[in-house]
């Protein structure tokens, strides 16, 4: 299926750039025109404006009649004989300009009237109301800043494939504002996010994104080479273990907000590179960071949407704290019937997963049986936004046990329109019990879970020197962007989603 639809981008790119030859070469030829003249767009190097779009309509009543210098697109041309209307974009918005022989003179009129859809202009001119109220800029002198040699689609946002908007990511801007719309919100969930935990005493670092092994997280990293050191590097596909070497050395509330790197599938929940936000409290657990966590999503839905009550793909979402909260075991047997924590053996949690016909994992062990019971069975089904804790320690390798039940973990997962958005723990701070998880991790890893941990004898090290209690949580900056601006797939949210070469 993918590959068919990429298949109909090529022939749909090949055949625009047929139907559009001729106009890209009439475009050049008026390009030669100009350089010919003298007057080539591409040697401007500045322009002067004195306000952009939104000022203009924000201060119409102290700017009415007076100078005024802009720049922008043109999106549209109207003719009107001896005069046009023009619709100029800037990043703020659209502004109507009004042009006439009159003010330009026959010649400069002459040479704008050359000016194509897509040209990029400075304007200068003074403001006024049309007759029909709209607020504009009478044009009195307009300068060619930059030629658009290729002519603008007209109808963009309709094209069939949605590919060709991911490649093309300037066009899509260009014509979509309301893309425009997301990628602002992005930026402004990004600085709440950072001002939320600057408020609360956490300091921003950065931590390496290439390693020598990869850890953090099951998954399965890209692979590359320094030359000098003649050594494989891994990128790293979480931040989580540098990030607690710092609470080791005395850092007590870190964050970074950073790009993880994972060689796995591509669908509308998941891109190989993407963005997250780790923090780490010492002195905390993992119900602080569910505090935390609600804070961030609360201040994030009310900083893009100005409230708490969201719409997501038709369905209304409540974000007004406290989230719901249960245990994994409590989610399993709520949606299956199945009660793990009435299970003693390995052998009746496999009868029971069985019973269900969940696919069963490789290593079919208590805690691995009651986590592919959720993940196949519970987690599509949760909606509004809950909490789900008390993880197996078998999918858990960096989280405290539980002090009631050794199997679990004190570990949650937030979920909410049937996605993981957020995953969390009160650390494992025990260096003995570390190692032991990370040898696990490298026997699952020797079997041929690529997806597996390695052992990392430095962070072992770090911990027997002593790590206060500590909780640490991190959060998909993606899936949150997703959310609040209603968005269905993360390529939606990622300005240039990773994509397969069309040649």
Same mark, same amino acid.
């Given at each position: ?299 994030? =839905?009310? !900083? $893009?949407?100005?409230? +708490?009550? %969201?719409?997501?793909?038709? &369905?209304?979402? *409540?974000?007004?704290?406290?989230? @719901?909260?249960?245990?994994? =075991?409590? !989610? $399993?047997?709520?949606? +299956?019937? %199945?009660?793990?924590?009435? &299970?003693?053996? *390995?052998?009746?949690?496999?009868? @029971? ?151």
């Amino acid at each position: 299926m993918a590959d068919n639809m990429e298949n109909q981008v090529l022939e749909d790119q090949v055949q625009t750039e047929e139907e559009l030859s001729e106009q890209a070469r009439i475009r050049r030829e008026k390009l030669t025109e100009l350089q010919n003249a003298g007057n080539d767009p591409f040697t401007v190097t500045k322009y002067e404006r004195t306000h952009l779009n939104s000022e203009i309509v924000e201060n119409f009543e102290q700017l009415e009649n007076a100078d005024v210098s802009i720049a922008g697109r043109i999106m549209s041309k109207r003719n009107m004989g001896k005069a046009f209307f023009c619709d100029i974009h800037d990043a703020t918005g659209k502004m109507q300009i009004y042009v006439r022989i009159n003010e330009l003179g026959e010649e400069a009129f002459a040479e704008f009237k050359k000016f194509d859809i897509g040209d990029i202009v400075g304007v200068s001119g003074f403001v006024f109301r049309t007759r029909r109220g709209e607020i504009s800029v009478h044009c009195t002198g307009i300068k060619l800043l930059s030629k658009s040699l290729r002519p603008l689609p007209e109808k963009f946002h309709g094209l069939t494939n949605q590919e060709l908007r991911y490649r093309q990511r300037y066009v899509d801007l260009i014509m979509n504002p309301e893309v425009r719309k997301t990628f602002e919100a992005r930026t402004k969930i990004i600085k709440t996010v950072r001002s939320y935990l600057d408020d609360m005493n956490y300091l921003e670092v950065e931590t390496p994104v290439l390693n020598t092994i990869s850890g953090g997280a099951n998954a399965r990293p890209f692979v590359t080479h320094h030359n000098t050191l003649d050594l494989d590097m891994y990128m790293r596909i979480a931040t989580e273990l540098h990030l607690k070497r710092l609470v080791v050395g005395g850092l007590e509330r870190v964050y970074e907000i950073g790009r993880l790197f994972r060689n796995e599938g591509m669908d509308p929940k998941h891109n190989p590179e993407f963005t997250t936000v780790e923090f780490y409290e010492a002195y905390a657990d993992y119900h602080d960071m569910m505090d935390r966590t609600e804070g961030i999503f609360v201040a994030c =839905a009310k !900083a $893009v949407t100005g409230g +708490t009550v %969201i719409n997501y793909q038709g &369905i209304e979402v *409540d974000l007004t704290p406290p989230f @719901a909260r249960m245990t994994m =075991a409590e !989610a $399993v047997k709520k949606f +299956t019937g %199945i009660d793990f924590m009435a &299970i003693d053996s *390995d052998e009746e949690a496999l009868a @029971a997963a069985k019973s269900i016909g969940i696919e069963l994992p490789k290593e079919k062990t208590w805690g691995n049986l009651l986590y592919e019971c959720f993940d196949q069975r519970v987690e599509d089904k949760l909606i509004q936004p809950t909490f789900i804790t008390d993880h197996p320690v078998e999918v858990s390798p960096l989280a405290k046990r539980c002090p009631g039940d050794k199997r679990l973990t004190e570990r949650f997962e937030l979920f909410m329109t049937s996605r993981e958005m957020a995953n969390a723990f009160s650390e494992l701070n025990d260096p003995i019990d570390q190692k032991a998880r990370f040898q696990r991790q490298v026997d699952l890893r020797n079997s041929g879970d690529e997806e597996a941990a390695m052992m990392d004898e430095d962070y072992v090290c770090a911990l027997e020197y002593g790590m206060p209690p500590t909780g640490g949580c991190g959060i998909g900056i993606d899936r949150l962007v997703m959310l609040l601006t209603d968005s269905a797939s993360i390529r939606d949210v990622i300005l240039f989603p990773t994509m397969k070469p069309l040649d």
